[in-house]
């Protein structure tokens, strides 16, 4: 029989983009829905994403390397370096999830895996975020040798491998010309070209296999209103708000640049601020 999969991955946090997704894929008959991790920080939306991907019968939900980054946060795993501005960063948008996700959906990202397989119509396939034993790094970024990419398939019956985390709609093959599939990012899409970047609509990607074999591979990509997301963000008091705002408008991130984290938290009292929330 045949089956259209909806793919979503890389959500983070951003609630009007994926609205706008559900939207768009409630128009394309679809039988299933799979997540491949990142659904929370650094954007305002905690509850609602986690309700809309059950309101379309998401029924696989894989955890991604900024989900671990709250749940290290919440868990207290990882003690945070008040130093370190990054370190500052990302505990104090752990600490906004927090405040706000339900027990229910923060015990529901903790038991969540990093990969899982499916079989559909005869085809196995393999689902991750990044790698299958690794959430987070750039093993698999677009421009990586195809080497990297045959360590999704961990066993040779493996046809087809999906994975999100580097935010670029893709399809390429393994050396041993199994198919790699990744359908871009929902809430943060990113390209280092620049006439790309200038793209900002929310990614996602359906798949049709039917009776033969994968009948189809669709990349969309869907329009919303991005200053709708920036007001929303505000209307929550979320932090980095400035930042949130490149992220949505420019496709720039600014995780790991201390130099403009450390500026910002010093303009904004975030260490002291964090150091409060956490009790230190
Ligand atoms: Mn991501």
Known sequence: MKQRIALLSDVH????????????????????????????????????????????????????????????????????????????????????????????????????????TKQVNGLTINLSHNLNTLNSGPALLAEEATSHFDELFSTPTTDIAIYGHVHHQMLRYSSQDQLVINPGSVGQPFFKHGRLNDDRRAQYAILEIDDTGLAEVNFRKVAYDLTQELKLAKELALPYLNLYQEILFDGVAHTHDDELLDKVNQQYGYVERLKQLTNQ
Not at 43 to 59: D, K, Q, R
Request: proline share 4%.
């Open 13 to 116: 946090g951003n609630l009007t983009a994926l609205k706008a997704v559900i939207a768009d894929l409630s128009q394309q008959a679809i039988d299933d829905c799979w997540f491949l991790g990142d659904l929370v920080m650094p954007g305002p939306a905690t509850n609602e994403v986690f309700e809309l991907l059950e309101n379309i019968n998401t029924s696989v939900y894989i955890r991604g390397n900024w989900d671990d980054c709250f749940l290290d946060v919440q868990q207290k795993k990882v003690g945070i370096h008040f130093d370190d501005p990054s370190d500052v960063y990302i505990g104090l948008l752990g600490q906004y999830v927090a405040e706000h996700l339900k027990v229910n959906y923060q015990n529901k990202l903790k038991s969540l895996p990093i990969h899982t």
